[in-house]
């Protein structure tokens, strides 16, 4: 079963610094990153920037259409106003198929704000004491969605038909 966690940090390059202790405890095998990106609010910036993490990520990545459209979601859809309501509508229905609910995606609106950034992450096989100690002492907000399998391969199949870009500021 794999995890989608979020990992909100209070300044704009925080999940950028948790990438790299990421990347050391995936080189180490003490978790298994199947996909990932970062979200980098930095203040005065009317919406954050966006990377999918591609070089970390294995053969079973979801892609940027799955992250493409959970940052839509999250940070830009409300800025787009009524007229996509009703494809808005169906997205948030498969977006729930996979785990991923209205009250995920209002918390996260609510805490990722300017000045902060977060690391989402769809992950496995994490050695749950060494990644704690290898974060310990970074300013780290957990909120996190187990995913079961079903979730997860119904992740897959709705955003494996297209891999488009993230939208980026």
């Given at each position: ?32 990153v199947h996909d990932a990106a970062t979200v980098s609010w930095e203040e005065g ?125």
């Open positions: 079963m794999a995890t989608l966690t979020v990992w909100k940090f209070p300044t704009a390059e925080g999940a950028q610094t948790a990438v790299q202790t990421l990347e050391d405890l995936q080189r180490k095998e003490l978790i298994q910036r009317k919406k954050p920037k966006t990377q999918q993490l591609r070089g970390m990520t294995g053969a079973g990545a979801l892609g940027g259409a799955f992250w493409g459209m959970l940052f839509g979601l999250i940070f830009f859809i409300p800025l787009l106003g009524l007229a996509i309501g009703a494809g808005m509508g169906a997205l948030m229905g498969s977006m729930t198929d996979v785990g991923i609910d209205d009250a995920f995606i209002k918390r996260m609106r609510a805490e990722i704000q300017p000045g902060t950034s977060a690391l989402f992450l769809l992950s496995t096989g994490a050695v749950v004491d060494k990644v704690k100690d290898a974060f310990d002492g970074q300013d780290i907000v957990l909120v996190e969605s187990n995913l079961s399998t079903e979730q997860e391969d119904k992740l897959r199949e709705v955003f494996a038909e297209e891999d488009a870009p993230l939208p980026t500021a």
